[in-house]
């Protein structure tokens, strides 16, 4: 590889960066980089960047591959993630994944919460707060907490988050996307603003017969601002160029 070659490569590299996904982990293959007995039952700042935690009611080795709602009397549980933003650029993100109720579950939706964090909150702080429960509770622990479902401002206390759901259907797996557009926030327009990003599930309310249900290729995506896809385009006809002459 020649060094014009290297350089282009390497740019085009930095460019596709922008696009970084969120969430570590998302396909539930890892089943060792996690917190399966979350702090006090809180998702601390000393948990972030670690995987998901939870506590007892949800399983990533019951079921290879997946979450899985894997204890009957705790399925009210929530499994989360926070991770440090840090080459991610763009004004909204976009959430994917797929979600399959246990059959027989009268439970078939499935709640999520998606909140950031603009500064670094104290040590010890709960960011995600009683995961050992279908809780929306949140705490900022200095940093300012922005619940970016709808753009409110939760300051940097202790606070709560709105939820998003996922409706499913018993025994069918549902592939979920939704695009959230941050550009209109006062605080926190673009995903760069933020320090941490993190994501809660659970199924709210739920009985014993959503045990069995499934969450698996969870994605968070930061989506690029237009001019971002009109240099990577760019550059890769400006390679296009270079291997025709070279040729």
């Known amino acids: 590889m020649n060094k014009t070659t290297l350089v282009l490569a390497t740019t085009l590299a930095v460019a596709y960066s922008a696009q970084a996904a969120l969430i570590t982990n998302g396909d539930f293959s890892d089943t060792t980089n996690s917190n399966s007995d979350a702090d006090t039952n809180n998702l601390s700042v000393e948990e972030a960047n670690n995987g998901w935690g939870w506590k007892a009611g949800w399983s990533l080795t019951s079921t290879t591959g997946v979450a899985e709602m894997s204890t009957a009397f705790n399925n009210n549980y929530s499994i989360a993630q926070i991770n440090s933003v840090t080459s991610e650029t763009g004004s909204s993100l976009t959430l994917g994944l797929d979600w399959t109720p246990d059959t027989g579950s009268t439970f078939t939706s499935l709640s999520y919460h998606l909140v950031g964090w603009i500064g670094t909150p104290t040590a010890g702080t709960d960011m995600f707060r ?5 809780s929306d509770g949140i705490q900022g622990g200095g940093a300012t907490m922005i619940d970016l479902l ?16 996922v409706a499913g259907t018993a025994g069918s797996t ?6 959230i557009d941050l550009s209109g926030y006062a605080s926190g327009s673009s995903v760069s603003d933020y320090d941490y990003i993190g994501i809660r599930f659970s199924i709210m309310g739920a009985d014993d017969t959503a045990q069995g249900s499934l969450i698996d290729n969870v994605s968070l995506v930061a989506v690029p601002e237009p001019g971002t ?16 002459r070279r040729k």
Not at 130 to 134: A, K, Q, R, T
Not at 150 to 165: I, V
Not at 235 to 244: D, E, I, K, N, S
């Open 130 to 134: 009683f995961i050992n429960g279908d």
């Open 150 to 165: 709808d753009g409110t401002s939760k300051g940097t206390g202790n606070s709560t988050a709105s939820s998003g759901t």
């Open 174 to 179: 549902t592939n979920f996307s939704t695009t």
């Open 229 to 244: 896809y009109a240099l990577i385009g760019g550059l890769f006809a400006l390679g296009f160029v270079m291997v025709r």
